[in-house]
């Protein structure tokens, strides 16, 4: 895979995209400018790899590889098979465990199968150097796992630090800025910087000049002291040790997590603040998606005879249950969730076990006109992730409501597409200038 770096003119804006899923990022970058060259999606431990039918299916195959991704990196380290040029690397993947039981270059230190998917990535930055980056997780990631807060998230800041790169995260709220569903995700945004860079003003970046801020805007929601010295702005703390350091003893001590919901870092040091959301503009709620009565199949239909079950899994519970296998007696305490939703807000998070007619907890369910209740069609819950009606079209159902499950908002990505291509090639349009140098 050739190296690049930031001196480059880069005419064209190529994207190269991991964990691709069924296109969400492409969808978003190609709407403001982007050009996806190569893509990978695999479904470990599944017969029939439907995310990555529906991604050929809506792009074409043309360099999409369905190929475990350590395979991949393997045959590009060995020489069999060689990536095009790109400039941005993008990927979403699941909230992990990153911890390391050796130093990076024993790889196969690396403890579990959870852990895998983060240093895939990082073997493929540090293979390609591409000078942007941007990943999406789950926001628990910045507290994860319980016993090291903040632990994973640490580690992914210190390899990207050792690689060359200035970070900026924020955790998102998509109804925050007007779209229809409540899915809360991190998103990080990477930038190759030179040697002599200096990070002069990290929470002017953080809450108006950096990628994110621009995108979505923001406010901090307290004063917040910072600290100044001959122009420079003293960091809140610094991520310190080797790799194997961070994943021992990060977070180790702390009840809460050091990161904070936005956050700036630049050579392992690091600033983070608590902001809110600054949007005026129109908000989509979840009735804004549905379909009519008559365009929705019987199938979707909650029988009478079944409203008891999903009442009895949405409401409060405080109830002595019996372990199965050991017959331990215990108390078991949950909260209500709304029955039935409500369509004049937007929508809870679509989470992968939304398909399918058995009553659940989690699972939405609305009311109709007519007084009957039912559960969310693949259309609307591809709506609900701002994808086009019958988008995962020709796979099964339930695996389609997984699919969105798994899913992005494109407007999001849309959004940050557009914030990236003004800041380092100066416009969104479809003739970019090159890329800025220090533009972090």
Excluded at 274 to 281: I, Q, W
Aim: charged share 25%; aromatic share 10%.
């Amino acid at each position: 895979m050739p190296g690049k770096s930031l001196e480059g003119d880069y005419q064209k804006r190529r994207v190269v995209e991991l964990f691709a899923g069924v296109g969400g990022f492409r969808l978003g970058l190609e709407r403001t400018g982007w050009e996806v060259v190569w893509s990978n999606q695999w479904e470990p431990s599944v017969k029939r790899q439907h995310a990555s039918e529906v991604y050929v299916a809506r792009f074409g195959s043309e360099g999409h590889v369905t190929q475990d991704i350590e395979k991949v990196l393997d045959n590009v380290e060995s020489g069999i098979v060689q990536l095009p040029d790109y400039e941005l690397l993008v990927g979403g993947f699941p909230c992990q465990d990153y911890s390391v039981a050796r130093t990076l270059n024993q790889a196969h230190g690396i403890q579990g199968k959870k852990g895998v998917l983060w240093w895939q990535i990082y073997r493929f930055i540090s293979l390609g150097r591409p000078p942007l980056i941007l990943l999406e997780n789950v926001d628990r990631l910045l507290s994860s796992p319980a016993t090291q807060r903040g632990r994973d998230f640490a580690i992914m800041l210190a390899c990207l630090s050792d690689l060359g790169y200035a970070v900026e995260w924020r955790v998102v709220n998509s109804a925050e800025y007007g779209f229809p569903q409540k899915r809360r995700r991190v998103f990080l945004v990477g930038n190759l910087v030179s040697k002599d860079f200096i990070m002069r003003n990290p929470i002017e970046l953080l809450t108006s000049d950096g990628v994110l801020a621009k995108a979505l805007p923001v406010r901090l929601t307290e004063d917040q002291p910072i600290l100044n010295l001959g122009g420079l702005t003293f960091p809140d703390f610094t991520i310190e040790g080797d790799i194997k350091s961070v994943s021992d003893h990060f977070g180790s001590e702390d009840i809460r997590s050091h990161f904070l919901n936005a956050g700036i870092m630049y050579k392992r040091d690091v600033w983070t603040r608590k902001v809110t959301a600054e949007f005026e503009g129109k908000r989509q709620v979840l009735k804004d998606v549905l379909l009519s009565e008559k365009e929705v199949d019987e199938m979707y239909y909650v029988p009478d005879s079944e409203l008891y079950k999903w009442r009895y899994l949405k409401g409060a519970k405080d109830e002595q249950r019996v372990h199965k296998a050991s017959g331990f007696q215990y108390s078991y305490n949950e909260g209500a969730i709304p029955f039935p939703d409500n369509i004049e807000g937007p929508s809870r998070t679509i989470l992968t076990g939304e398909g399918g007619s058995t009553p659940s907890r989690f699972k939405h369910i609305i009311p109709t006109p007519s007084g009957r209740y039912r559960r969310l069609t693949p259309i609307e819950l591809e709506r609900l992730n701002g994808f086009p009606d019958d988008w995962t079209a020709g796979i099964p159902e339930a695996r389609r409501a997984f699919l969105m499950g798994n899913a992005l908002i494109v407007g999001i990505v849309e959004r940050i597409g557009i914030s990236l291509a003004n800041k380092y090639y100066g416009s969104a349009s479809a003739q970019p200038g090159s890329i800025t140098k220090h533009a972090f």
